[in-house]
C-alpha cells in the first residue's frame, strides 16, 4: 500500500513562495511517475506536474516557469517549489505515486492521470 504525507502548506501573499514536502512510504519510485494535484473549492482535481524519470518532468501550463518539482530518493521525499504565487493557485495540493497516464484520470494537460498513492493533502492560500 502506498502512503504519501505532505507538508508545508500555508498563507502567503501573491508574488510570495512555498516549498511543499510530500514523504512516501512503500513507495517505488524507479517503476511509478510521481505528481502534485491541486484541487480548488468547486473544482475538479488536476495535475500540476508529473515526473515520469530521473531527466523528465512535465508542468502545466498554468504553473511552468513558476513551480519547480524535485525528489530526494534517500529521503523519499518529493517537493514542489512555488514562487511568484498568485491567487488562482490557492488550492489543497496533493502528492501522489504509483501515477500513470491512462483515461479517465485527473486532467493533466491533454492528458489524464491516473495514481495509486495520495496523500491527505494540504491547503495553500495566497491572498492578493
Known amino acids: 500500500q502506498v502512503q504519501m504525507a505532505e507538508s508545508g502548506g500555508g498563507s502567503v501573499q501573491s508574488g510570495g513562495s512555498l516549498r511543499l514536502s510530500c514523504v512516501g512510504y512503500?513507495?517505488?519510485?524507479?517503476?511509478?511517475?510521481m505528481g502534485w494535484f491541486r484541487q480548488a473549492p468547486g473544482k475538479e482535481r488536476e495535475g500540476v506536474g508529473i515526473v515520469e524519470s530521473a531527466d523528465k518532468t512535465s508542468y502545466a501550463d498554468s504553473v511552468k516557469g513558476r513551480f519547480t518539482i524535485s525528489q530526494d530518493n534517500a529521503k523519499n521525499t518529493l517537493y514542489l517549489q512555488m514562487d511568484s504565487l498568485k491567487p488562482e493557485d490557492t488550492a489543497m495540493y496533493y502528492c501522489a505515486a504509483a501515477c500513470s497516464y491512462t483515461y479517465g484520470g485527473y486532467s493533466f494537460g491533454a492528458r489524464t492521470v491516473t495514481c495509486g498513492g495520495w496523500g491527505e493533502g494540504t491547503q495553500v492560500t495566497v491572498s492578493s
Open positions: 512503500r513507495v517505488m519510485y524507479r517503476y511509478y511517475y
